[in-house]
């Protein structure tokens, strides 16, 4: 797959290299994609990368294509095709239920609801769109508010289903390519195992530029990388059971998440109603690298 084409963005939440529909959704945009493989804006943030690295290339990549329209990769230049927000079109993407969460995300006043509706369906493309836009939820209330327990619920739900292997049948995947269908299922289940990781790790560097406990748990992406040797689901299950959920519970503990919720809840009680326009709906320039 084209790494820096909008399908690999974290604000297209319909699509992950072949999980997903035919079309894609840009929830910054807010079009349609029609050729999600070709096209890319400056604000991309890829999917496949970690927070740090995610945000300093696209710094770089900002500095090639226009932020205020989705382009072509290969010339930088928009064409109408590529893009729609059609009534016609929007009323057709809408019949898919993922796909209607999807568009009306961060139309109906609260976001992290959008999201919750995506953590109640079934099915992986529900949760790799809760995963996607939700990375970019997390970084809009931290740069915010500067807690990164705006994300704790995100990032508990995750880590509930961290070691589940979800199933994904033939009609979610909208490209197989020239290998078996059934390695192609088991590559794609293996990516959005480590979007899970990949999100969680986000939270994680969060926390730690807090100096909270969390903070204290190493890289999962690195540690996954260097225990397994080979594209291996039960491998990765075992790995995720015996070595990574020990560490996350053992600084994040259920009890722990409790206390965590309730103060978040009580602030949010007693905070002033203010309208605002999350940021990861906006313009990129609050993007910028954390601090290590």
């Avoid at 992950?16 to 079009?31: E, F, Q, T």
Wanted: overall charge neutral.
């Amino acid at each position: 797959m084209k790494l820096h084409s909008c399908q690999n963005c974290w604000f297209n939440g319909l699509q992950y290299g072949p999980l997903g529909l035919a079309v894609g959704y840009c929830a910054r945009h807010k079009k349609i994609l029609n050729v999600p493989d070709g096209t890319t804006c400056g604000l991309h943030l890829r999917k496949d990368l970690t927070l740090i690295r995610a945000i300093e290339v696209s710094e770089i990549h900002k500095e090639k294509y226009s932020i205020e329209i989705v382009c072509r990769i290969n010339d930088g230049l928009h064409y109408d095709s590529d893009i729609s927000d059609n009534q016609k079109d929007m009323e057709l993407l809408k019949k898919d239920s993922v796909a209607d969460t999807v568009t009306d995300y961060g139309e109906l006043g609260s976001t992290i609801e959008s999201l919750a509706q995506l953590k109640a369906m079934p099915g992986a493309r529900a949760e790799l769109a809760m995963l996607s836009l939700g990375r970019g939820y997390a970084n809009n209330c931290v740069l915010r508010d500067g807690k990164w327990t705006s994300g704790v619920h995100l990032y508990w739900w995750s880590r509930l289903r961290l070691a589940y292997i979800p199933k994904i049948e033939v009609a979610d995947l909208r490209s197989v390519g020239a290998i078996q269908l059934s390695r192609q299922i088991e590559l794609t289940l293996w990516s959005l195992v480590m979007l899970r990781l990949t999100f969680i790790e986000d939270i994680i560097t969060y926390a730690r530029q807090q100096s909270d406990p969390l903070g204290e748990v190493p890289s999962l992406t690195e540690q996954a990388a260097l225990s397994l040797d080979n594209f291996n689901l039960r491998s990765l299950s075992k790995w995720i059971k015996s070595k990574a959920i020990p560490q996350l519970d053992a600084h994040l503990s259920r009890s722990r998440y409790v206390e965590l919720s309730n103060v978040l809840h009580s602030e949010r009680e007693n905070a002033d109603a203010q309208p605002v326009i999350p940021a990861d709906l906006r313009g990129s320039a609050s993007l910028r690298p954390a601090n290590r």
